[in-house]
């Protein structure tokens, strides 16, 4: 179910804020829970397993998160053993599949093939956990001792299956109390439908252009309609993300949180350095804190620095997806 579908805003939405907005303060936490796990079970259904690892993800970086604080002693065997569990079940779900079929590619005595169902929304949810443990671990936020609290950080629909990356501390306060102004939910239902157009109205009628084009073929299209094709994915892809950053921005006003933004009209940068600060600014955020920083930053030699810039490159380029045109990207 996404959020330009007709089930979700014409059944969803109506169902869901009906419920919000007339319960109490001290039951919208609990309403917000039930509507995210719904969402995110109908997404699943077909896939019951990829709702259970869910669940499991969520309990494993709460308990994680309060034992670190519990056990100082053994913090970093915790926080390792966190952040392993989070990247082995990213890697099976979204690079078993490619692994298994290159080597089948490349070897025909190895018969055996795999068509692995990447599950929902784990690209985001799992570096929402390694954030918030690492967090713990550094002291910078304390361990949420509800896990209705902590679930909802994590489960949260609106941001849960395209982002923005949201990090604990962001929405640490909004989780125990926030105030939801007129003003501001008229505010987010605008900022909702005006990602709803982009998506809707230029995102899907300018991809088919491209997916025209490549029906037709590389070898049988002029140049000219190339180059319009290129064109016309680069501004699909932008429409499409942003748009649906936008909705999740509008819906969480309409919740009561604030979400960061997530695009700052990124084609008119004037260099690549700007542009990728204006593009899915929550994931380059999360990279430069829980990976380049860590790893020094620039405040290391010139050819460490080099190093660093490629293994966060090549992370990003990893973490889009399994392929070699990712691998390459990065």
Avoid at 51 to 56: D, E, G, H, Q, T
Avoid at 183 to 202: A, E, H, P, T
Avoid at 258 to 278: G, M, T
């Amino acid at each position: 179910m996404v959020f330009s579908s007709l089930q979700f805003i014409f059944i969803f939405m109506p169902i869901f804020f009906g419920c919000y907005y007339i319960v109490p303060d001290k039951i919208k936490n609990f309403i917000l829970f039930i509507g995210s796990l719904c969402f995110y079970f109908v997404g699943t259904i077909h896939n019951p397993e990829h709702f259970i690892l869910f669940i499991l993800s969520i309990v494993a970086d709460f308990a994680v998160g309060i034992w670190i604080e519990k056990f100082p002693a053994r913090k970093k065997v915790l926080l390792a053993t966190g952040i392993i569990f989070h990247l082995i079940n990213f890697a099976v779900f979204k690079y078993s599949g490619f692994v298994i079929n290159e080597m089948g590619r490349l070897n025909p005595s190895f018969n055996f093939t795999a068509d692995v169902v990447l599950p929902i929304g784990i690209s985001f949810y799992t570096f929402q956990g390694i954030s918030y443990i690492v967090d713990v671990y550094r002291g910078t936020t304390k361990a949420q001792q509800s896990l209705l609290k902590y679930t909802i950080y994590i489960s949260m629909f609106e941001q849960l299956i395209a982002g923005p990356i949201v990090t604990y501390g962001q929405v640490e306060k909004e989780l125990y109390k926030r105030q939801i102004k007129t003003s501001s939910v008229l505010r987010g239902i605008g900022i909702f439908i005006f990602g709803l157009g982009l998506k809707v109205l230029l995102a899907n009628p300018i991809g088919k252009l491209w997916s025209q084009t490549c029906a037709i073929g590389f070898e049988s299209i002029s140049t000219p309609l190339a180059w319009m094709a290129i064109r016309a994915f680069s501004f699909q892809i932008y429409f499409d993300f942003s748009g649906y950053s936008d909705m999740a921005i509008g819906l969480g006003k309409m919740f009561g949180f604030h979400f960061n933004e997530n695009f700052n009209y990124p084609y008119i940068s004037r260099s690549v350095s700007e542009f990728w600060r204006r593009w899915h600014i929550t994931l380059g955020s999360w990279f430069r804190e829980y990976v380049y920083i860590p790893l020094g930053g620039s405040r290391r030699s010139v050819p460490r620095v080099i190093l660093n810039l490629l293994i966060v490159w090549l992370l990003t380029g990893i973490w889009h997806g399994a392929g070699y045109n990712f691998i390459l990207w990065g």
